[in-house]
């Protein structure tokens, strides 16, 4: 908190006069806005950028002059100076897959003397508007596209501005023309579905979490999984992020005792359904088979210990920040990692039918035909 006060003790004289205002310095922002154009196209200009067309390069000097603009390092070094700053847009930082791609991203930019900020996407705040403060000069960006709201930003981001993106299995449009790297959750969902039918389940539940475009890729998967295998296709439940809503869906699943196996979103998910079943006198794995995703650290520790799907968010959070690297600096190179690849955690919460075993349990990397995560420049992958 700011406290301002009096040191000398005595409060001001009441003829004293009032402090004069300081005025704001003049601003690059100031001079786009006077002159009808985006703060890159004022630092091209300052920087004598060969791409600028004269009438807007003369419109830019005319603002310069009028408002008495004086360049500085800040300004010269988003055209052509070293970018040695990044800042990270995210609609969460509490959920186990932000919080631990934030942490990759900052022991790789700290390792590579970059300074890191983080702007959190507020729910309903207008993107467009958060992307632009984010944009400041010598700053490049990292947008964790997890969601809707990281979506949008993503394709907010202005031409020009350094920029690389963490998604999920990305879809459509979703990037189109940014540089990515991402996980491939939905082979590993599909790798999961197949896992609980293997183990002769007839079909296989699933309980979602919102999806950041139009197409869950952990649905999509899901579904792969039992239409490849000629099983039924029940209709999800609600969903959400949360034990709450793993709880809710739970509830329905557990009355119904075809239900034998469940997919979970995440293991959040997974850890209410757990909850429900074992109220509704379901015991895991002896009558129903839980699957979580993600491996979050609790998730060895629940009983019965969960299975799950183990994507590791630290390294992808060093992988994005490598991608963004290695467009700002030459020298630097990007590389996803084959540690990056999915894998199936096998532990006690799921068995056969009845609650067979289903052996030892063991960690198992994706299936034949899987893909291990990689970077792009934007192209559909979905």
Known sequence: MNVTGHTSGRPPAEDAAPPARQQRPVSIRDVAAAASVSYQTV????????????STRAAVLAAISDLGFRPNRAARSLAGGRVN???????DTTRYGYAA???????AARAAGFAMGIQVLEAGGRITDAVQRATEPGTALIVMAYDQAGTKALAAVPAGVPVAAAVETPSGRQAEGKPWVWLDDRQAAQQ????LLGLGHRTVHYVPIPASTGTSPRLAGWRAGLQQAGAP???????GWTA???YRAGRDLAADPAVTAVLCGNDDVAVGVLRAMAEAGRPVPGSVSVVGFDDTPVSAYLTPGLTTVRLD???LGRACFALLHSLVDPQATADAGASLRPELVVRESSAGPGGRPPGPPDRRSAPSGGKPPRAG???DRG
């Not at 791609?101 to 022991?107: V, W, Y």
């Not at 296709?233 to 609600?238: E, N, T």
């Open 43 to 54: 630092s091209r200009v300052i920087n004598n950028h060969p791409s600028v067309k004269e």
């Open 85 to 91: 700053a990044v800042t990270v847009l995210t609609s």
């Open 101 to 107: 791609s934030l942490q990759g991203i900052e022991e």
């Open 192 to 195: 999961a579905t197949q896992y």
């Open 233 to 239: 296709v029940p209709g999800p439940p609600a969903g």
């Open 244 to 246: 709450e809503a793993g």
């Open 313 to 315: 968010w630290v390294a």
């Open 377 to 379: 420049q934007g192209e």
